[in-house]
């Protein structure tokens, strides 16, 4: 079968590999959409955490079941998308249901193989029933997910204000799931670009160019002077991270779902007056894909709103370096088997 192989930064190749084997309780998936992630883009730049060389991409997934081998109530034929983060079941994580974060974590197409490639072989403990979902919602589902768990994770409660530093497609799915949770959303960004297509397409509440705005004074007016209660960082920017730390009220909680290679640095008596709470997001968890998908069926989600760019297998070669050109615009670039 044909796979796309990214053999090292920068070098994408087509290659001839052997079609997966069928383990015993796992699904041979045939790929029918592949959604690409920051992390896709990242690995291909070079500047993705724990990442090796070659590795074959792609964990936002849409497929048909083509075989199986277990007992569970998934048949050949069927639509689903899977939780691409594969656990041990056994340590601490995941004995507490924090299978997210497991301490052997192997997420498809970071530590292991992943989708751009005609078949994959999965565990069946990861399928997800499509629920009706077309392809490009199932493959829209993981990244959403990643949202809705940052803000379940902080708690969001109705009217407060949530401030989501980044408008890439992971700050995108957490400023739609804090809208969700009856939040007032405060977009900031450095690209006036994404910033119009949180207003026009997500209706956010706020937006801050922290460019060309006086951050501080934007939230002091926007918040009433109390600033907001819960801050997101989806960006993965250290600057940015550590200057987040001065915008968040007293209770306040600061959630990271963007992930930073360096330390981060704060106040410790700005931070300790406040009593803040800062956690890290990883992942998701399949409660977390289940109300995304309840989401998209109520209508509260539009994932057509997210694909901005489409491109058939054999193009992905060609055109991938161009969507990490900020001039391009990609908010989601789905890819066609």
């Known amino acids: 079968?044909?796979?796309?192989?990214?053999?090292?930064?920068?070098?994408?190749?087509?290659?001839?590999?052997?079609?997966?084997?069928?383990?015993?309780?796992?699904?041979?998936?045939?790929?029918?959409?592949?959604?690409?992630?920051?992390?896709?883009?990242?690995?291909?730049?070079?500047?993705?955490?724990?990442?090796?060389?070659?590795?074959?991409?792609?964990?936002?997934l849409a497929a048909e079941i083509a075989e199986i081998n277990s007992s569970s109530n998934f048949t050949i034929g069927e639509t689903v998308t899977i939780i691409p983060y594969f656990n041990c079941g056994n340590c601490i994580a995941c004995r507490n249901g924090k299978t997210n974060c497991c301490v052997s974590m192997k997420v498809c197409g970071v530590h292991t193989d992943g989708g751009m490639m005609e078949y994959?072989?999965?565990?069946?403990?990861?399928?997800?029933h499509s629920n009706g979902l077309t392809l490009d919602e199932l493959a829209l589902v993981?990244?959403?997910?990643?949202?809705?768990?940052?803000?379940?994770?902080?708690?969001?409660?109705?009217?407060?204000?949530?401030?989501?530093?980044?408008?890439?497609?992971?700050?995108?799915?957490?400023?739609?799931?804090?809208?969700?949770?009856?939040?007032?959303?405060?977009?900031?960004?450095?690209?006036?670009?994404?910033l119009f297509f949180c207003e026009q397409n997500l209706s956010v509440d706020y937006t801050i160019n922290a460019v060309t705005e006086n951050v501080r004074e934007c939230l002091i007016e926007i918040t009433g002077g109390d600033m907001p209660a819960v801050i997101v960082d989806a960006t993965g920017n250290l600057k940015a991270i550590n200057?987040?730390?001065?915008?968040?009220?007293?209770?306040?909680?600061?959630?990271?779902?963007?992930?930073?290679?360096?330390?981060?640095?704060?106040?410790?008596?700005?931070?300790?007056?406040?009593?803040?709470?800062?956690?890290?997001?990883r992942n998701a968890t399949r409660a977390d894909f289940e109300h995304v998908m309840e989401s998209m069926k109520d209508g509260l989600v539009r994932p057509s709103t997210y694909i901005t760019h489409r491109v058939g297998f054999s193009e992905v070669k060609n055109v991938f370096a161009s969507w990490l050109d900020p001039a391009n615009a990609v908010i989601k670039a789905m890819i066609e088997m």
Do not use: W
């Open 1 to 60: 079968m044909k796979a796309l192989v990214c053999v090292e930064p920068g070098l994408f190749k087509y290659e001839e590999v052997d079609k997966p084997a069928l383990n015993k309780d796992h699904a041979l998936l045939k790929i029918k959409r592949i959604g690409v992630c920051g992390t896709d883009l990242h690995a291909y730049e070079g500047t993705q955490p724990y990442f090796n060389y070659p590795r074959i991409l792609g964990h936002e």
């Open 120 to 128: 994959l072989s999965v565990p069946v403990s990861s399928l997800v």
């Open 142 to 194: 993981e990244p959403l997910a990643i949202g809705a768990h940052g803000i379940r994770r902080a708690n969001v409660q109705p009217n407060e204000f949530v401030l989501v530093i980044g408008a890439g497609p992971i700050g995108l799915g957490t400023m739609e799931f804090a809208k969700i949770a009856g939040a007032k959303v405060i977009a900031m960004d450095v690209n006036e670009q994404r």
């Open 243 to 281: 200057n987040a730390f001065q915008y968040l009220a007293h209770g306040g909680r600061y959630v990271l779902i963007g992930l930073q290679k360096s330390d981060i640095s704060f106040s410790h008596p700005e931070f300790h007056k406040r009593e803040a709470t800062l956690m890290s997001s």
